[in-house]
Nanobody
Framework: QVQLVESGGGLVQAGGSLRLSCAASGRTFSSFAMGWFRQAPGNEREFVAAITKSGANTYYADSVKGRFTISRDNAKSTVYLQMNNLKREDTAVYYC??????????????????WGQGTQVTVSS
């Protein structure tokens, strides 16, 4: 069992920045590909960003490409999502996810093995 705990969510004005963190329990963090997803009210949960086990490769949804950056620190068992130039449409609950297979966290076609509890990000004008 892996537990994921997000932090860093909050209220920010459009054009501002926010950094989310996701701390993982256990001693096998490097065995998991990690991803970020988000869900706005009335919408389906959508893929945002993913990173491979070593951090060598990253993947992004077109809607956030160029604005968001995913990174990880395996020594700290933590994955980050740096969000810049935030827009109103970025408002959602953001979830981190972990899975041994990259495919599970790099799209919305299959469910990852582990989810965090979610953190609210609200972008205002």
């Amino acid at each position: 069992q892996v537990q994921l705990v997000e932090s860093g969510g909050g209220l920010v004005q459009a054009g501002g920045s926010l950094r989310l963190s996701c701390a993982a329990s256990g001693r096998t963090f490097s065995s998991f590909a990690m991803g970020w997803f988000r869900q706005a009210p009335g919408n389906e949960r959508e893929f945002v960003a993913a990173i491979t086990k070593s951090g060598a490769n990253t993947y992004y949804a077109d809607s956030v490409k160029g604005r968001f950056t995913i990174s990880r620190d395996n020594a700290k068992s933590t994955v980050y999502l740096q969000m810049n130039n935030l827009k109103r449409e970025d408002t959602a609950v953001y979830y981190c996810a972990a899975d041994g297979r990259l495919s599970a966290v790099s799209s919305s076609t299959r469910a990852p093995d582990y989810w965090g509890q979610g953190t609210q990000v609200t972008v205002s004008s």
